[in-house]
């Protein structure tokens, strides 16, 4: 927004200001000082208007104990300095001034401190609203989704030592009386493709470290860490501290030792999935260099050692009839085996959210309440909600792919909303009001969104049409976007001189190159259907659900429904579930998941009065 002057604004000694929307002269420059000056005070919270903006001070600051909790509690922004416990508060009781479901929108860069911020949010709420007649668990157990998700999908990068890689809307539900009654969570984009690969400098997800740990490994098959090559780093010195916290968050939650007992055995074969390597025989076709690489991951998986091998090697179709397989060349069984890992890794993640909603959702604690007969549960819906929406910071690597666009995609629709609500609503009401407010700007970006999200001829829309020919590639597809949207100024074309398919996009945040390649693969995210048979006939129940999954179109899982001793009837006849009516089925495109994911989340936030913190990285 252009910088002008307020009438009856505040000038003071730089730094003494709490609301820099009230200074004479607002401009980029004064900002900065502004907030510079304010940080070296340890004053890391700073409102301009109905922003608050957080810098990371990158350590422990004494402003987060329950005496400042009840500082914030039911008070004006006014009577406190800023603190993210001012927004937290004012969701909270806005919820009954406004009648109206309330959201905070934690933006900013890789390493700003969004996470954390997010959770000090969460824990102000659940401080002030109490779960009343659904008990103190519930409180408890809401607190440790928090670490039980970061040790699933956090990881280290080059930006940050505990970077989110996916991104997730938690709502809080009350009741008419302000207890909260349940949550429920949306996770979007898991970059499931750091299980397979990282780039220099990067880890894995933190909670395959955690495995190495274990007082038990052995029966895991493992041993150390430098004998599993995509896991790129060595556990760090507080490894056992966080596996503890992580067994502690998930008994609290709610998994039973089972569930827990298979989830890691799921996460060691995909640990052991990347020590399978491959050879090729006298015609091409793949070997697997070492069986007994197989034995742990079959074990681990409860599935046939000899069907997983063969499904790691060849995939079986029938045409017109007749029974083919199919053998694969080297490169694509090592394709074949990270798909899998993918595939185990990201279904696991999402398995874990639809668990955790199953756990907290308000129907169960109605019914808990209620001392566990149906006839006595309370059937109150929730009232209201807040929304708290954590999401991966804007990305620009030396090299950007498909994850980076997608990344990048959600914050500029979280920048079009920004800019809805406080730029085109306010020219709005200023209009109506009859005021000049000709000199005040902003850059839109509308544009942009409908390049990437338009239709037929969207970037993603271009890219899923590609996705759809086999003989399409990553080039051809660039191809594509280039003859359609070289005019616009936000697409920049780079040619082929850099020996991959390559273009960049001038984002709102500054311009990113893409390379391109494996973006068409990485759009499909196919998995052959003998290795998703050959899951179906895991003897973890756990392991099935999450293949015989729907997969739905905004990418989350719905686990199929399991009672236990029950089987499916239908007039009187048990109907037994075939592997091959899920197994052979197509998944939504990445992309098609993600547009559809983002447009969710966009139209649940526009029904939320928003509140904004813009996270910073000094």
């Not at 060349?329 to 279904?347: E, G, H, I, M, V």
């Not at 139209?603 to 000094?618: G, L, S």
Request: net charge negative; with cysteine; charged share 25%.
């Amino acid at each position: 927004m252009a910088s002008e002057s307020l009438p009856g604004a505040a000038s003071a000694e730089p730094g003494k200001t709490d609301d820099l929307s009230t200074l004479t002269n607002l401009s980029e420059d004064t900002l900065l000082t502004e907030l510079g000056v304010r940080y070296q005070d340890d004053n890391i919270y700073t409102f301009v208007g109905d922003i608050l903006v957080a810098v990371n001070p990158f350590k422990q600051l004494p402003i987060y104990d329950a005496k400042t909790r009840e500082q914030y509690s039911n008070k004006q922004r006014w009577e406190n300095k800023p603190h993210v416990y001012t927004v937290a508060d004012a969701c909270y009781h806005n919820l009954f001034e406004q009648r109206k479901n309330q959201c905070a929108i934690i933006s900013g860069e890789s390493g700003a401190g969004k996470t954390e911020s997010a959770k000090f949010i969460l824990k102000h709420i659940i401080d002030q609203c109490k779960a009343g007649s659904y008990g103190t668990n519930l409180e408890e157990q809401i607190l440790k989704i928090s670490p039980l998700l970061e040790a699933f999908g956090n990881a280290t990068t080059v930006m940050n030592h505990n970077s989110s890689r996916f991104g997730k809307y938690t709502r809080l539900l009350f009741d008419n009386k302000g207890s909260v009654m349940g949550i429920q969570l949306s996770e979007y984009l898991l970059e499931k493709s750091r299980v397979v690969e990282q780039t220099g400098g990067e880890r894995n997800f933190h909670v395959l470290y955690y495995l190495f740990s274990k007082s038990d490994k052995a029966d895991f098959f493992l041993t150390v860490p430098d004998d599993f090559p995509t896991l790129g780093g060595q556990i760090k010195a507080d490894n056992a501290e966080m596996l503890a916290e992580l067994i502690d968050a998930m008994e609290t939650v709610g998994f039973d030792e089972e569930s827990q007992k298979v989830l890691f055995s799921v996460l060691a074969a995909v640990v052991h999935l990347g020590a399978v390597e491959f050879d090729s025989d006298a015609e091409e076709h793949a070997t697997i260099r070492d069986m007994t690489k197989i034995a742990p991951i079959a074990t681990l998986l409860q599935v046939s050692e000899e069907v997983l091998a063969q499904s790691l090697l060849g995939l079986n179709t029938v045409t017109r009839g007749e029974h083919i397989r199919r053998l694969y060349t080297a490169p694509q069984a090592y394709d074949c085996r990270d798909a899998l890992a993918k595939a185990l890794y990201a279904s696991l993640f999402g398995w874990i959210v639809s668990r955790v909603n199953e756990l907290l959702a308000p129907e169960l604690h109605q019914r808990k309440a209620a001392g566990g007969r149906p006839g006595k549960a309370m059937s109150v819906a929730p009232s209201f909600e807040i929304g708290v929406l954590d999401i991966f910071g804007f990305e620009n690597f030396n090299n950007n792919s498909f994850e980076q666009m997608c990344i990048n995609l959600a914050h500029e629709q979280l920048q079009y909303f920004f800019n809805r609500h406080t730029f085109l609503l306010e020219l709005d009401e200023y209009e109506k009001e009859g005021i000049d407010a000709k000199r005040v700007s902003f850059k839109d970006n509308q544009d942009l969104i409908n390049m990437f999200l338009g239709k037929p001829v969207g970037l993603l829309a271009l890219l899923d049409t590609q996705s759809n020919f086999p003989q399409s590639t990553d080039q051809t597809m660039v191809d594509l976007f280039v003859q359609e949207h070289s005019s616009n100024e936000a697409f920049v074309p780079l040619g082929t001189a850099r020996g991959h398919p390559a273009f960049a996009i001038a984002h709102f945040a500054g311009k990113v190159e893409y390379n391109a390649e494996k973006f068409l693969e990485k759009n499909r995210d196919n998995l052959a259907g003998d290795i998703v048979e050959c899951m179906q006939e895991s003897k973890h129940e756990i392991v099935q659900d999450i293949f015989f999954a729907e997969i739905l179109n905004t990418g989350q899982i719905r686990p199929r429904a399991r009672k236990d001793g029950s089987v499916r009837m239908h007039r009187g006849k048990e109907i037994k579930e075939e592997a091959g009516n899920t197994a052979r089925r197509r998944a939504p495109t990445l992309a098609t998941q993600f547009r559809n994911s983002l447009d969710v989340l966009v139209k649940r936030m526009t029904a939320c009065y928003p509140h904004f913190v813009r996270c910073i990285k000094p």
